[in-house]
Nanobody, 114 residues
Framework: QVQLVESGGGLVQAGGSLRLSCVVSGRIFSVNDMGWYRQAPGKQRELVARITSGGSTNYADSVKGRFTISRGNAKNTVYLQMNSLKPEDTAVYYC????????WGQGTQVTVSS
């Protein structure tokens, strides 16, 4: 059973920072792409940032220059450093990992107050 466990969400004022973490555990051989998505109330889930097993990254235009995605040395952990947060970043953030199939975390709430 593969599990993704996220942590690091919370409430922060505009301009502040948060760091999200996600660990993949269970019967895994290797983890390919990993990423973070978010879903705000009344909106569709959208890609925030993605990182390949080789370290290539891509970001949503709305977070470029403010968010940084990275992976741990063990390659089963992914982080999202979020700086200069804005109220429009408020959403539930979901970790995604592609192994043989796609797996999702349970989501962590990020709330940015103005």
């Amino acid at each position: 059973q593969v599990q993704l466990v996220e942590s690091g969400g919370g409430l922060v004022q505009a301009g502040g920072s948060l760091r999200l973490s996600c660990v993949v555990s269970g019967r895994i051989f290797s983890v390919n792409d990993m990423g973070w998505y978010r879903q705000a109330p009344g909106k569709q889930r959208e890609l925030v940032a993605r990182i390949t097993s080789g370290g290539s990254t891509n970001y949503a235009d709305s977070v470029k220059g403010r968010f940084t995605i990275s992976r741990g040395n063990a390659k089963n952990t992914v982080y999202l450093q979020m700086n200069s947060l804005k109220p429009e970043d408020t959403a539930v953030y979901y970790c995604h990992a592609h192994l043989t199939w796609d797996y999702w975390g349970q989501g962590t709430q990020v709330t940015v107050s103005s």
